[in-house]
């Protein structure tokens, strides 16, 4: 029963240097999100999707893309990495209800810092 | 665009109970959810509201929702030292996205 699994939990990166966080679900969940956390802000959306091939912008997409190719796994790629990207990045994953709420589910975050 | 706020940081004696805060400012929410963080963890339900109730107890949970107010609080009687933890609420204005609040940091002293 893994849940929602993320890989790698910590990255060191350069400036510049692009790198993908992998995020992958195993309960069949519709709906996929990207958040990151940073101190005083909360979580903020980065990017998400409510189905295979179907993804959307959230409130700070610039400088990641996502695909969904597959139900199970939503990647998140960081183009060419910025110091103001370092941060603590979530995977969620929902079944997908429309405007009614249901659970999320999340990851155990990914800790990146670029230098 | 959908506004959540809480509090940054409440510190609670050991045995005391907690009451952590929330405001937001769309009201066309379904859900109103309450998440904890420990540590070096990811976010996890704790309870939720729906949004044409007024409270909801779950053991030393106790969830109030004032809709008029645009007010939710989350209630921990007995708070426990396993109670440390950031605590986010959360809702699904009008949407499928999820808006988060920045989290309340609740500390406990001995």
């Known amino acids: 029963n893994a849940g929602v699994t993320q890989t790698p939990k910590f990255q060191v990166l350069k400036t510049g240097q692009s790198m993908t966080l992998q995020c992958a679900q195993d309960m069949n969940h519709e709906y996929m999100s990207w958040y990151r956390q940073d101190p005083g802000m909360g979580l903020r959306l980065i990017h998400y999707?409510?189905?295979?091939?179907?993804?959307d912008q959230g409130e700070v997409p610039n400088g990641y893309n996502v695909s969904r190719s597959t139900t199970e796994d939503f990647p998140l790629r960081l183009l060419s990495a910025a110091p103001s990207q370092t941060s603590v990045y979530f995977c969620?994953?929902?079944?997908?209800?429309?405007?009614?709420?249901?659970?999320?589910?999340f990851g155990q975050g990914t800790r990146l810092t670029v230098v | 665009g959908e506004d959540v706020e809480q509090s940054l940081f409440l510190s609670v004696r050991e045995g005391d109970s907690s009451v952590i805060n929330c405001t937001y400012t769309?009201?066309?929410?379904?859900?109103l959810y309450w998440y904890k963080q420990e540590p070096g963890a990811g976010l996890q339900l704790l309870t939720y509201?729906?949004?044409?109730?007024d409270m909801k107890q779950d053991q030393r949970l106790t969830v109030l929702l004032n809709k008029k107010d645009k007010h939710l609080s989350l209630r921990i009687a007995d708070t426990q030292t396993g109670d440390s933890a950031i605590y986010f609420c959360?809702?699904?204005?009008?949407?499928?996205?999820?808006?988060f609040g920045t989290g309340t940091r609740l500390t406990i002293i001995p």
């Open positions: 969620a994953s929902r079944r997908h209800t429309g405007t009614l709420g249901t659970e999320a589910f």
């Open positions: 999707s409510v189905g295979a091939g179907i993804t």
């Open positions: 959360a809702g699904n204005f009008g949407n499928e996205k999820l808006t």
């Open positions: 509201i729906f949004s044409n109730m």
């Open positions: 769309d009201s066309s929410s379904t859900y």
